[in-house]
T-cell receptor
Framework: ETGVTQSPTHLIKTRGQQVTLRCSSQ?????VSWYQQALGQGPQFIFQYYREEENGRGNFPPRFSGLQFPNYSSELNVNALELDDSALYLC??????????FGPGTRLTVT | GENVEQHPSTLSVQEGDSAVIKCTYS??????FPWYKQELGKRPQLIIDIRSNVGEKKDQRIAVTLNKTAKHFSLHITETQPEDSAVYFC???????????FGTGTRLKVLA
């Protein structure tokens, strides 16, 4: 198992609400990437944080935001939740940008 | 943008047989190609990777081959076992950039 942890494990929210997901990176890693994995699909890149700065973003709307803390842990915030936001949210940590190691994910259900 | 195609989407093999999964990418600047195994309800696990300066890499029963000219790379699993049953994803990235592009996944079933 990797040293990457995520919380919470599961979450149920109502459409229109806001949610914050958390990720603790593996010791020694300075980069955290966030992915959305819909059922039966591959992970889709949301954004990446490198040394507390956003280092790139995928095709997700601005209501998906994040930050990285000095200890390199990270948060993913989603505002105005929609039904289609229901998915497994994965974070992956790495030293610089290669060899990403995934956390166990947070299963978000929006009703 | 970068596009990654993965085939087949499902693959059933008898225990002991070999399995091959192939991915094709579009960006010739791509130079890092990891493979992930994801069991039901679990995190994707990095099982093997290859960089563009190498044509083949092997780790026990798992190997990856890369053809840079044709822009495809393949995962080879020999002597398959029931515990190899999972969904396998390829990914593509360029060192120093920020984004992994994942394939659509291959569901491998190893029949005992």
């Amino acid at each position: 198992e990797t040293g990457v942890t995520q919380s919470p494990t599961h979450l149920i929210k109502t459409r229109g609400q806001q949610v914050t997901l958390r990720c603790s990176s593996q010791s020694g890693h300075n980069t955290v990437s966030w992915y959305q994995q819909a059922l039966g699909q591959g992970p889709q890149f949301i954004f990446q944080y490198y040394r507390e700065e956003e280092n790139g973003r995928g095709n997700f709307p601005p209501r998906f935001s994040g930050l990285q803390f000095p200890n390199y842990s990270s948060e993913l915030n989603v505002n105005a939740l929609e039904l289609d936001d229901s998915a497994l949210y994965l974070c992956a940590s790495s030293l610089d940008v290669d060899e990403q190691y995934f956390g166990p994910g947070t299963r978000l259900t929006v009703t | 943008g970068e596009n990654v195609e993965q085939h087949p989407s499902t693959l059933s093999v008898q225990e002991g047989d070999s399995a091959v999964i192939k991915c094709t990418y579009s960006d010739s600047a791509s130079n890092y190609f990891p493979w992930y195994k994801q069991e039901l309800g679990k995190r994707p696990q990095l099982i093997i990777d290859i960089r563009s300066n190498v044509g083949e890499k092997k780790d026990q029963r798992i190997a990856v081959t890369l053809n840079k000219t044709a822009k495809h790379f393949s995962l080879h699993i020999t002597e398959t076992q029931p515990e190899d049953s999972a969904v396998y994803f390829c990914a593509v990235t360029t060192s120093g950039t920020y984004k992994y592009i994942f394939g659509t996944g291959t569901r491998l079933k190893v029949l005992a």
